[in-house]
């Protein structure tokens, strides 16, 4: 059976039949050509208004969109949900609130954003899923809210995660990360800006992944990986350094020759955690290296899972 609009909004009064878009036409994936879309006149007779919310959409009334927000066949939208300004919401989306989605990302199909956490400690406390500007999440993503009154679960800005990544509850993505096809994260999972993962991996709950690192398909990552270095394997190992991705960065020969001495000192010299923090301070006070100390230093305290070792028989994971 087929309803016009008018019969379909008063079937379905969640559905924001007054929201336009005035006198903007613009071309969308999930509309295909634009007189699909529902079109009604303006107040002068003027000019037609075109609605870049599809039929077919189901939208809570305690949702807030942008005026300029695309929403995609059959995709569902619940309370407590706020999308920003140019933001693309695919078909067959579900979004749950609490959840905060900013300026100009594309969610693609069948993506779930806003669920419960997979959490036996949940009991249905207020709790988040943050997101903001510039994202590409990609088809059948699920994100999760956080556990823990107050808690988010939060993506940055620019990143990546492409098909079948799973972020669970009270992750942190920074900016500028790139996440792989079947990506699994577990809880509290924290990785830090530039970094890139494979596919098809899985990262231990608590795991911190430093930035500019890069981590190989296929890994099994329980413990912390280091900013700047390259881990690979099953059970992860330290390889080298990320030396392409810094290269690509646009880090200068003088630091990238620092980390690579870095590098042998944490990792072939066979000193001690102690000595070898000792002797990176001999190397200098760039931004690099002082990040890498700190990292270092954080992942041996209370609560924090320790350092992913290196290949060899001695590194500074060992202590």
């Known amino acids: 059976m087929i309803f016009d609009a008018l019969t379909l909004n008063l ?45 077919t959409a189901v939208i809570h009334p305690k949702s807030e969109l942008h005026p300029t927000v695309e929403v995609g066949a059959y995709a569902v939208i619940g309370a407590h949900v706020k999308v920003g300004p140019e933001t693309i919401i695919g078909a067959h989306v579900v979004l749950e609130g609490p959840c905060e989605i900013g300026a100009r990302n594309q969610i693609f199909t069948g993506a779930a954003i806003g669920m419960e956490p997979q959490d036996l400690k949940f009991v249905g406390e207020p709790t988040w899923v943050k997101i903001g500007d510039n994202n590409l999440i990609r088809e059948y993503v699920t994100i999760n809210r956080a556990t823990g009154a107050g808690e988010a679960t939060v993506i940055g800005n620019n990143n990546l995660l492409m098909a079948y990544v799973h972020v669970a509850h009270n992750c942190v993505i920074e900016d500028n990360v790139i996440i792989a096809n079947s990506v699994a994260l577990a809880g509290h999972v924290h990785i830090e800006s530039r970094a890139r993962l494979s596919g098809v991996l899985g990262v231990h709950q608590f795991v911190r992944i430093g930035g500019m690192s890069m981590v190989g398909g296929l890994a099994r990552v329980d413990r912390d990986v280091p900013p700047y270095m390259l881990v690979e394997g099953n059970p992860a190992r330290v390889r080298t350094l990320n030396l392409v991705g810094l290269k690509r960065s646009g880090m200068c020969s003088e630091d990238l020759q620092i980390l690579k001495k870095a590098f042998r000192i944490l990792y072939r010299s066979g000193l001690s955690f102690k000595d070898a923090l000792e002797k990176l301070e001999q190397l200098g006070e760039t931004e690099q290296l002082q990040h890498l100390r700190r990292f270092l230093l954080l992942s041996q305290m209370s609560g924090r899972r320790g350092l992913i070792p290196g290949k060899g028989k001695r590194t500074v994971s060992d202590e």
């Open 11 to 55: 079937l379905c009064p969640t559905l924001p039949f007054t929201e336009h878009l005035h006198k903007k036409q613009r071309q969308s994936p999930h509309f295909g050509n634009q007189s699909t879309a529902l079109a009604s006149q303006d107040s002068s007779g003027d000019s037609p208004l075109k609605t870049l919310i599809h039929p």
